[in-house]
């Protein structure tokens, strides 16, 4: 099933902005031979994905467990980044199933900016790129719209929305 789900999601990235490909690989050491991560690996390393006539590349790391022939998705991490460095990440997005840590105070999905604020004030602890801005469960065909539509990454089709569509369609289905 992860594989399937692999060759689902590769479809949708390859008929939108990038002909690279995630792999699966199963996760060791935690017990179970249902974990699966997908994500894209050149060499043996995971690197993010080039994005169609652009500099700027997606990284996708999203951990499965198959559980009744369905996959469920135990963590992500989606990252927009401006080259291949991983230090170069302009968006980020997470989500963990279970908190992380037992002591973890923050939204299980949320997202990471890297910004500045304009007047930073004594209240803010933290860098902005250290804020965990809390977001519902973002689907990957969510961040590819968000990279088409609003940060003009060119898309391979002009069917972009209506595949992104049917993606999700078939996701929720």
Known sequence: ???????????????????????????????????FELERVVEGEDVPLELYRSTARLSVQQVVVVKD??????????RFQADESRNSWLMRWDYSRERPRPVYPYALAHMHIRATLPDETPIDAHPVDHHHIPCPRTPLEQIIRYLIADRGVNSKSKDWEAILKKSEKTFHD
Do not use: F, I, W
Request: proline share 2%.
């Open 69 to 78: 022939r369905r996959c469920k998705t135990k963590s992500y991490e989606y």
């Open 1 to 35: 099933m992860a594989q399937s789900l692999a060759r689902h999601l590769n479809r949708v990235l390859n008929l939108t902005v990038s002909d690279a490909r995630l792999t699966v690989s199963p996760v060791t050491g935690d017990g179970h031979d249902d974990t």
